[in-house]
């Protein structure tokens, strides 16, 4: 049968061509196992592994066609709003599972309604869960691991994996050796199943991918040193005394049984080998779907658009303290699972109560609104928070009517020839309705930190380190912070925008995070052309540090949390923020720019080459005598760097007259003129980095300089 192979392989502007030979898709099955596939974690709507498994499913339908499947767990709401089902187009899969359904489980088969329309087996746990007590006297037998009845999710893991075991048996009997299959597990609650699969020596290659490892996870979340004390940790007894022994073995067993072992980042590589004791094969970073602008300016527009939205948000959350110019008024924000030090709101909070104290004596004109998004338990919205938004429309209302009434009796005074008098133009009842909105603006409390009623109001960590650093939005202070404790919708009463929009209307999204195996956040934020703030300890952060030469000038501000005490790390923040401020609005534009161009790194398109790469190594692995490769050969383009731009320092005082790519909304500054051109510096881009290169080796006797890379 003929597959649609994807031409956008190495078709991306300016990034290294994939050379690899490719697999023989049209005699092989991939099969993709995840807890996630179809099954969405309303409290993640960002980042998370349901992304990577939805985003990535388009660019690995374009290259398998139809011999790609996706398995999980079946859950009826899911299956009956996001699937489509149907029929298996091949017969050996369909044989496989029929002969399950007779034997007593529900297994579902349809297509995922997302981009690429993947095909789906999902697995009915609770139809399965009678064969518990057998599958657990199995794992026994198998692997000595047991799993206590009390812990549901390792149960439930036991019955999927055992039930994709079950159908990969009856799919290889099937099959005999063509084509050969290769399955792909993401994290322990479908690792099960591969450790399944190799104890019964089924003729498969196996991947397994670890997004993060499930005892430091645990550990980071009780504020340990993590990343100092990799090597000193007990990891059998740490993962004892938090009563998850049964699910660490399960997750080092499946790393241990595959023949492939992925892992998302360097620095989860690093952990990975320290926590289960294997060095990854293959590092596969997150990527995303990039939709590219016809013209560079069109995403300028939208920023544009959306931060008029988000000025009226604060217009209304700050009446009555409104005395902030919202045209010098910079929007940053964090967001994500509310993991308070994990996701480093801690050190963002003290960074910005010192960018407070630095505009202040430097007696700045900016403002900077600080959004934190990250979900707590409330109970409802905050009665001041939805009075200003009542309080704000009531006045554009009342404005609106005046200058109807005004603009109209203009009109008519220039029908008749005459110069109006503007005196006579608005009467008594127009002024009379003017001063009473002004009164009706008066407040005698400060706006409020947060948009709704906490619940754990007095414990709560962000409005605890709130109070103690002093940011309680007053007037005399630059930095203002709101806490938005939802996750964003577009249906809001009181902040109407989905967190795609929000992001595109913010100036820098700032995530120091100390546990991060990837993070997708800032990944949004460079795709949508906004700058942000990462760090080191981050996925994200070391795969920018090591594919972009100067990641500042793309406006990507790498903090070193690994190799700096805390307060250096939280000077360093506060350094990057204040130099932000000082940007005028000619130089953001630029930047912006600059950092939307990194969008193709992230893209799918040129990051599913390190998937490839690791199902090739996986094949060579299973069936040597049918596949080869140099299992000892790096991953392809490791070491190719993004050159630093040539305008760089990217707000320079320079005299040569450009013009860059802007909005209709934002001019730029008369007395900014640096040189730069926005095409002329692309074009630069594309030509330098169409030849990768790997990091040589430092001649002896000479040091190498930060930033310094060989050819």
């Excluded at 003929?2 to 502007?13: A, H, Q, V």
């Excluded at 990975?272 to 560079?296: C, E, I, Q, Y």
């Excluded at 919205?381 to 938004?389: A, P």
């Excluded at 930190?449 to 630059?478: A, K």
Aim: hydrophobic share 35%; charged share 25%; glycine share 6%.
């Amino acid at each position: 049968m003929p597959l649609t192979r994807s031409l956008s392989m190495g078709s991306l502007s300016g990034l290294p061509l994939w050379d690899q030979e490719e697999l023989p898709v049209e005699d092989l099955l991939l099969f993709e196992v995840a807890w996630e596939v179809t099954n969405k974690d309303p409290q993640k709507t960002v980042g998370g592994i349901y992304t990577v498994i939805q985003t990535k499913a388009k660019i690995t339908v374009d290259e398998w066609g139809e011999n790609f499947f996706m398995v999980g767990p079946y859950y009826e709401h899911n299956f009956k709003t996001q699937v489509e089902q149907c029929d298996p187009p091949n017969a050996a899969i369909k044989a496989a599972l029929e002969s399950i359904k007779n034997n007593g489980c529900q297994v579902h088969f349809g297509r995922w309604l997302i981009e690429g329309t993947p095909y789906v087996i999902l697995f009915d746990i609770g139809a399965a869960a009678w064969n518990l007590d057998r599958w657990k006297g199995d794992l026994w037998n198998t692997c000595s691991i047991g799993l206590p009845y009390h812990d549901r999710e390792a149960n439930d893991s036991l019955i999927l994996g055992s039930l994709v075991a079950w159908f990969f048996k009856e799919l290889t009997d099937q099959l005999q050796d063509k084509p050969n299959v290769i399955a792909h597990f993401h994290e322990w609650q479908a690792g099960v199943g591969l450790v399944l699969i190799r104890s019964r020596k089924l003729p498969m290659a196996t991947i397994f991918t670890t997004h993060a490892t499930l005892l430091g996870r645990y550990l980071c979340a009780g504020n340990a040193d993590f990343y100092n004390n990799l090597d000193k940790f007990d990891i059998d007894r740490e993962a004892g005394e938090r009563q998850i022994y049964h699910r660490y073995c399960l997750e080092r067993a499946a790393v241990h049984c595959s023949h492939v072992f992925t892992t998302v980042s360097q620095i989860t590589a690093v952990e990975a080998d320290h926590m289960l004791h294997r060095k990854p094969d293959v590092v596969t970073p997150n990527g995303l779907n990039v939709k590219k602008f016809s013209a560079m300016h069109e995403f300028q527009n939208l920023h544009s658009m959306n931060k008029l939205k988000i000025q009226e948000f604060v217009r209304g959350h700050f009446y009555g303290h409104l005395d902030f110019n919202l045209e010098k008024t910079l929007f940053f924000f964090i967001a994500g699972r509310y993991e308070f030090s994990n996701k480093g709101a801690d050190i963002f909070l003290e960074a910005l109560s010192r960018l407070n104290y630095l505009l202040r004596v430097h007696k700045s004109d900016v403002t900077v609104v600080v959004f934190f998004i990250m979900p707590a338990k409330t109970n409802n919205f905050n009665v001041e928070s939805l009075k200003g938004q009542a309080v704000r429309k009531q006045l554009w209302d009342t404005a609106q009517s005046v200058k109807e009434k005004f603009g109209k009796q203009l009109y008519e005074a220039l029908l008749r020839g005459e110069i109006p008098d503007m005196n006579k133009i608005l009467d008594r009842d127009d002024f009379t309705i003017m001063k009473r909105a002004i009164y009706a603006t008066q407040r005698h409390t400060l706006p409020p930190v947060t948009t709704h009623n906490m619940l754990d109001d007095s414990t709560d960590p962000i409005l605890s380190n709130v109070r103690r650093i002093g940011l309680f939005n007053s007037r005399s202070d630059r930095v203002k912070i709101i806490f938005h404790p939802e996750f964003l919708s577009s249906t809001s009463p009181l902040l109407p925008m989905d967190y795609e929009e929000f992001i595109r209307g913010c100036h820098l999204g700032v995530f120091p995070s100390y546990y991060e195996p990837w993070g997708y956040t800032p990944g949004e934020c460079t795709v949508m052309g906004i700058p942000s703030v990462t760090t080191n300890l981050s996925g994200f952060g070391c795969f920018m540090e090591e594919h972009i030469s100067d990641p500042s000038a793309y406006g990507i501000y790498i903090v070193d949390r690994r190799f700096r005490s805390a307060e250096d790390s939280c000077n360093q923040l506060t350094q990057f923020m204040f130099s932000f401020c000082q940007q005028s609005r000619r130089q953001r534009i630029i930047q912006r720019n600059r950092t939307e161009r990194l969008s193709d790194l992230l893209d799918w398109r040129y990051l599913a080459r390190f998937y490839i790469h690791a199902r090739h190594l996986a094949l060579c692995r299973a069936f040597p005598e049918r596949f080869k490769m140099d299992s000892l050969a790096p991953p392809p383009n490791q070491g190719f760097r993004y050159p630093r731009p040539p305008s760089v320092p990217p707000s320079p005082s320079a005299s040569l007259h450009s013009t860059p790519h802007h909005s209709d909304a934002e001019d730029e500054d008369e007395d900014d003129h640096e040189p730069y051109d926005e095409d002329e510096e692309a074009e630069r881009d594309r030509l330098n980095i169409k030849a990768p290169f790997t990091l040589g080796a430092v001649p002896e006797g000479k040091k190498k300089q930060p930033g310094e890379y060989g050819n």
